[in-house]
């Protein structure tokens, strides 16, 4: 059974910083891709971030380049995401993803596994 389990999510002042992991089981973990999506309340998901399976390509999006940076240990089957200069506007629960797909624009259906989702708030 495939697990990813997102921990290190909180509540940080604007400009703080936070680094969530998302730790996966039952699945070849270097075999996929890694993103995480985020969905604040009354929107839908949308994507942040994703790191090709051997960790060589990441892409952002532009409302978080520059302040967020993904990563991941194949050894531990952990993906992580640094997040920096948080503003009110990154409120969301922030989900890790796991796919085979590596599409130009990415969506939510080119990732076959998801997590929980953990809660990121951050106040003015």
């Known amino acids: 059974q495939v697990q990813l389990v997102e921990s290190g999510g909180g509540l940080v002042q604007a400009g703080g910083s936070l680094r969530l992991s998302c730790a996966a089981s039952?699945?070849?973990?270097?075999?996929?891709?890694m993103a995480w999506f985020r969905q604040a309340s009354g929107k839908e998901r949308e994507f942040v971030t994703r790191?090709?399976?051997?960790?060589?390509?990441?892409t952002y999006a532009d409302s978080v380049k520059g302040r967020f940076t993904i990563s991941r240990d194949n050894a531990r089957n952990t993906a992580y995401l640094q997040m920096n200069n948080l503003k009110p506007d990154d409120t969301a629960v922030y989900y890790c993803?796991?796919?085979?797909?590596?599409?130009?624009?990415?969506?939510?259906?080119?990732?076959?596994?998801w997590g929980q989702g953990t809660q990121v708030t951050v106040s003015s």
């Open positions: 993803a796991a796919g085979r797909s590596w599409a130009l624009n990415p969506r939510v259906r080119d990732y076959d596994y």
């Open positions: 039952g699945l070849t973990f270097s075999s996929y891709h």
């Open positions: 790191i090709f399976r051997s960790g060589t390509i990441t």
